[in-house]
């Protein structure tokens, strides 16, 4: 057991292109904090396409991946982060899934952990549609 992030529901792929950029760029917003990223094993670079998001902590500070994709037709997806510097940034993609994609986003972190992932996808959201 650890701490997790969940999504639930099918995503919804007509939305994955602007979801992406939306991804994108909360990963820039959270790296300007001080967090580093990585790809799937902690190592190299995130993957982030019109088709799939797949990022993890970076080094030491990795522990699962996020990964979300537009084609793979699951219905259920977790991250579990143990609460490593990289953990707010999945709570902020899980919400921008959930306003994004129409999944549902919870939390072991409870209403806490959603507020606050809804809150900074909100803002990320704002960015990218004034141009960010």
């Not at 990963?27 to 019109?50: C, Q, S």
């Not at 994609?101 to 959201?125: C, Q």
Request: charged content about 25%; some cysteine; aromatic content about 12%.
């Amino acid at each position: 057991m650890g701490y997790t992030h969940y999504l639930s529901g099918v995503v919804n792929a007509e939305q994955f292109s602007f979801f992406s950029k939306c991804v994108r760029h909360a990963l820039k917003k959270f790296g300007e904090k001080g967090v580093k990223f990585a790809g799937w094993d902690g190592n190299g670079e995130p993957e982030i396409t019109d088709e799939i998001i797949s990022f993890n902590g970076a080094g030491e500070n990795s522990f699962e991946t996020c990964r979300i994709s537009a084609t793979d037709g699951s219905d259920f997806h977790f991250c579990k982060t143990q609460y490593r510097p990289y953990d707010e940034t999945v709570e902020c993609v899980f919400a921008l899934a959930h306003f994004l994609l129409g999944v549902d986003f919870d939390s072991d972190g409870g209403e806490e952990a959603v507020t606050r992932g809804k809150a900074h996808a909100e803002m990320i959201i704002q960015e990218v549609k004034n141009g960010a």
